[in-house]
């Protein structure tokens, strides 16, 4: 592991007192209308258009960062490339996605159609929006609340299934008092808008940020999505394999979850934060397990006969595990090694983990810290999907038998592989004496 970690940054007030120094910025990377989108195999028509803006944003604090960029996921790559080329050190930088559903393809080693200029600028972007956050730093306070529960998370796993209903909020104050930026951390995966849009948005957590920059004029507002991996709305990940729209996933009801969580953040109580930064890195090797008990062939010709008599919907998800199976699935499971990455922001930390992070791994977290305060944020420099705890396996479904052919992946992650990365997770908040 890589620990280190400063104590403010390079500007010293009239009284010689240490302060941080604190930069944010925002890159815009909508992409112009006719790319093929992201998050829902059923859907096969291109962008028509835009409803709301796609961006990259970052947040630096001394000489650390956290990056949130619009879409789906990244890879490892793409991320690794970011953290070398941006004017920070490596192991100080913190990637992440914001997983919406309403996005061009972003990870082409998982994904096949993305557009190689999207690929480019948002690799630039990500870089563009570090470095003219360093450059824009200036003197700030950070402060930290929990805000009330906003009520609208449901495990779609199962019925009164396990939530988390922390909403952490971090402000970033200049020493007149002005709120630079605000970075809420929320856990319900950005799945409001179904397979039958076909806009760019960054579904619920754009109308999050955008009621909170009204609330705090001059601020630049970040949503990091939680750990996401069985929480949502409610819907099942099977009744988005629909192209007709469905009641309650629409514009109307994005505008109305967006208004609770930063109703809920903005009532957050507020204390300040040390003037200190750390910065914490960690590899994690995470094994490969078939879930398929058939022969991949005799899968094939069942999926191949069911794609010629099902709706479009339906016929669009068979032709992927199709693909699928002609060319990852019978790859050798070679173990894929993860990163576990960490913050500490004023004593308080962020942990981020890659791809999609179920909720009880992250109480299991919280309370092995004592549910000491800290950020947990999923898709982290790496997503290559579900990552289920031990207990979840039992269970199967979308999560943990299905999904990884989508993510492009020979086989889904072994038991154990959650717990490992929490375990690791642990050493690391006890680096920052938490």
């Given amino acids: ?212 920059e009204a609330a705090y004029p001059q601020a630049v507002a970040l949503f990091v999505t939680g750990f996401v991996g069985d929480v949502s709305l409610g819907h099942s990940p099977q009744a988005s394999i629909s192209l007709a729209a469905q009641k309650g996933r629409d514009y109307k009801t994005a505008v109305t979850v967006g208004a609770k969580i930063a109703t809920a953040a903005v009532a957050a109580p507020e204390r300040q934060l040390a003037d200190t930064s750390a910065a914490a890195i960690d590899e994690v090797e995470l094994r490969l397990q078939r879930r398929e008990t058939r022969p991949i062939a005799a899968l094939v010709e069942q999926w191949q006969a069911q794609a010629t008599t099902a709706d479009p919907a339906h016929a669009a998800a068979f032709r992927a595990w199709i693909d699928w199976a002609g060319r990852v699935a019978t790859l050798p499971l070679v173990p894929l090694s993860v990163r576990v990455s960490a913050l500490s922001w004023g004593g308080l930390p962020i942990i981020g983990l890659p791809g999609e992070i179920f909720t009880s791994t992250g109480l299991a977290l919280r309370a092995g810290i004592n549910d000491r305060e800290v950020i947990l944020a999923g898709f982290a420099n790496d997503n290559p999907g579900y990552i289920p705890p031990q207990e979840e396996y039992q269970f199967g479904g979308y999560e943990v038998d299905e999904a990884y052919r989508y993510y492009g992946m020979p086989a889904g992650f072994a038991p154990g592989s959650a717990e490992a990365l929490a375990t690791r997770a642990h050493k690391m908040l006890a680096k920052f004496a938490v």
């Fill in 1 to 212: 592991m890589f620990t280190a970690s400063s104590e403010g940054s390079a500007c010293r007030r009239p009284t010689d007192r240490v302060v941080l120094e604190v930069g944010v910025a925002v890159i815009d990377i909508t992409p112009p209308a006719g790319l093929a989108m992201c998050g829902y195999a059923a859907r096969t028509k291109l962008a028509t258009g835009s409803h709301d803006p796609l961006t990259v944003r970052a947040l630096v604090v001394a000489d650390t960062a956290l990056v949130v960029a619009d879409v789906l996921g990244l890879h490892q790559t793409l991320t690794q490339r970011v953290r070398e080329r941006c004017v920070l050190p490596d192991y100080k930088v913190m990637v992440c996605a914001l997983h919406n559903h309403g996005g061009p393809v972003s990870m082409p080693e998982r994904f096949v159609q993305a557009d190689p200029d999207f690929m480019r600028n948002l690799e630039i972007a990500c870089v563009s929006a570090i470095d003219q956050a360093v450059a824009a730093r200036q003197p700030a306070t950070l402060t930290f609340g929990m805000g009330e529960d906003p009520g609208v998370a449901h495990n779609r796993r199962h019925t009164a299934g396990p939530v988390d209903p922390s909403l952490p909020v971090l402000r970033v104050r200049t020493p007149t008092g002005r709120v630079l930026a605000v970075l809420v951390n929320y856990a319900c995966h950005p799945v409001v808008l179904a397979a039958d849009n076909l806009l760019w948005t960054a579904d619920y957590p754009h109308f999050v940020r955008q009621d909170l």
